[in-house]
């Protein structure tokens, strides 16, 4: 009998290593896929609301080989293991990055949704789990950014909402440079929001010049919108501290110096489109 189980807990061993081992090999596959579109650099364009995506070197034979790829990771997660499905969900979430960045917007919607379900899955598991939020914030955004460019503004600014009350109520998430860059970029996107859709128009023209949001027809702008606006306006003005408070404690990350130029670049837009251009 002792045999018999230390056998069965070297097969057991041997198991979790080859499981290991191809959970690796998988998400692997999948970095090196997303990181072919990865520039070297990037050239910030003060007309475009948002900096332009990298380069795409991505084939859609690429993307159908990452949805075969999430197949496995599925019926890894179906387990019932909580790393699996952190892995899961990390794995959807970076295929919504691939699809999105190839412009499949519906694809990228369905692979970010995945993801969402799963992290808000393990949040009720441990609750107040610092990296689980973090991650649900940055899948929120992206979500939202996604839904935005089909023309639902309405529901992407909701998710932006979502992801910043999910970083301002994690005290461990705000007394982190991580939390505070994601709730900095969380404002910043709202303020860009319109921008995504195309309206370029300020609130006085008779007409919003864009996409048409999904299922509503275009229309003059109205109160609610002129007064949401405003209140992205004030986000912005609070992602500029959280920005500047970052790059100062860390002159040399890239990453902050993009998004303050973009932030200044959106307050900029905001203040024209709510009538005062002064403020710009």
Partial sequence: AVNSAAEAHREHTRAEANLQLAIRSLDGIIDNIAKRGTPHSVELDLDEPQPPPPETVITAADAELLQTLLGFFDAFASQNRTDLKAETAAAHARVGDIQQR???????????????????HLAMESRGNATCELARAKVLNELA??????????????????????????????????????????????????????????????R???????????????????????????????????????????????????????????????????????DA
Avoid at 176 to 202: H, Q, V, Y
Wanted: charged content about 25%.
């Fill in 102 to 120: 190839l412009g499949r917007l519906e694809e990228a919607e369905t692979a970010y949704r995945e993801a969402l379900g799963t992290y808000e």
């Fill in 208 to 278: 919003r010049k864009g996409p048409e949001p999904r299922g509503n027809p275009p229309r003059p702008w109205d109160n609610r919108e002129f007064d949401m606006l405003s209140s992205y306006a004030r986000g912005t003005d609070r992602a500029l501290a959280l920005l500047h408070e970052l790059a100062d404690s860390d002159p040399g990350k890239a990453e902050y110096q993009l998004e303050l130029a973009q932030c200044h670049c959106n307050r900029a837009r905001r203040s024209w489109m709510i009538g005062k251009p002064q």
């Fill in 145 to 206: 950014i996604t839904v935005s460019k089909q023309g639902d503004m309405f529901e992407a600014s909701g998710m932006h909402f979502r992801a910043t009350r999910l970083l301002e109520h994690s005290p461990a998430l705000m007394a982190s440079n991580e939390g505070k860059f994601e709730l900095a970029r969380t404002l910043n996107l709202l303020g860009s929001i319109w921008d995504r859709m195309g309206f370029s128009a300020p609130p006085t023209s008779p």
